[in-house]
T-cell receptor
Framework: KAGVTQTPRYLIKTRGQQVTLSCSPISGHRSVSWYQQTPGQGLQFLFEYFSETQRNKGNFPGRFSGRQFSNSRSEMNVSTLELGDSALYLC???????????FGAGTRLSVL | KNQVEQSPQSLIILEGKNCTLQCNYTVSPFSNLRWYKQDTGRGPVSLTIMTFSENTKSNGRYTATLDADTKQSSLHITASQLSDSASYICVVRDTGFQKLVFGTGTRLLVSP
């Protein structure tokens, strides 16, 4: 079956713009988590959704937001982009919270 | 503060040799510990997941051990192959906050 699909794979934006990233989980998975990965910080947890409800949130500013739709697909939005937001954004899906997660290939965002 | 620390930060070994990666954590209470492999430019892939009651778990040439008393885990790679070159990330699930705490990873390079 198809894995976790993230779109787009690459994105270039300028400071002050906003961006929306998309994640389609594995069929049947209802939990979707988002992570930011930078060379210096490693993987940082952003938020976790289950059945359209945000279950957990990491320590990121309010410029980072997300949502999950009834078909379990999820979107992440970053408003007023800053240079420091340049990173690989990874989405992971699992059948339920606490289950093993399967990661997508990520969206590489570059903020100029 | 709950932390997961991995060592070494990077490692170079010859093809065919064995190696062991370390993970020390302070997360408490924790529900499970996971090891992921991440190839450059790709999302992490799960290797093993262990609950606090499990001491060892294998996945092919990968064997993870867990000592919940000393809060240490190791990942042993046997008969390394060039394709083992990747970052290996230790992740601990915080039962209290229901969050995943990520280590910064060990970058392994297998040289021919």
């Amino acid at each position: 079956k198809a894995g976790v699909t993230q779109t787009p794979r690459y994105l270039i934006k300028t400071r002050g713009q906003q961006v929306t990233l998309s994640c389609s989980p594995i069929s049947g998975h209802r939990s979707v988590s988002w992570y930011q990965q930078t060379p210096g910080q490693g993987l940082q947890f952003l938020f976790e959704y289950f059945s359209e409800t945000q279950r957990n949130k990491g320590n990121f500013p309010g410029r980072f937001s997300g949502r999950q739709f009834s078909n379990s697909r999820s979107e992440m939005n970053v408003s007023t982009l800053e240079l420091g937001d340049s990173a690989l954004y990874l989405c992971a899906s699992s059948f339920s919270t606490g289950d093993i997660q399967y990661f997508g290939a990520g969206t590489r965002l570059s903020v100029l | 503060k709950n932390q997961v620390e991995q060592s070494p930060q990077s490692l170079i070994i010859l093809e065919g040799k064995n190696c062991t990666l370390q993970c020390n954590y302070t997360v408490s209470p924790f529900s499970n510990l996971r090891w992921y492999k991440q190839d450059t430019g790709r999302g992490p892939v799960s290797l093993t997941i262990m609950t606090f009651s499990e001491n060892t778990k294998s996945n092919g040439r990968y064997t993870a051990t867990l000592d919940a008393d000393t809060k240490q885990s190791s990942l042993h790679i046997t008969a390394s192959q060039l394709s083992d070159s990747a970052s290996y990330i230790c992740v601990v699930r915080d039962t209290g906050f229901q969050k995943l705490v990520f280590g910064t990873g060990t970058r392994l390079l297998v040289s021919p």
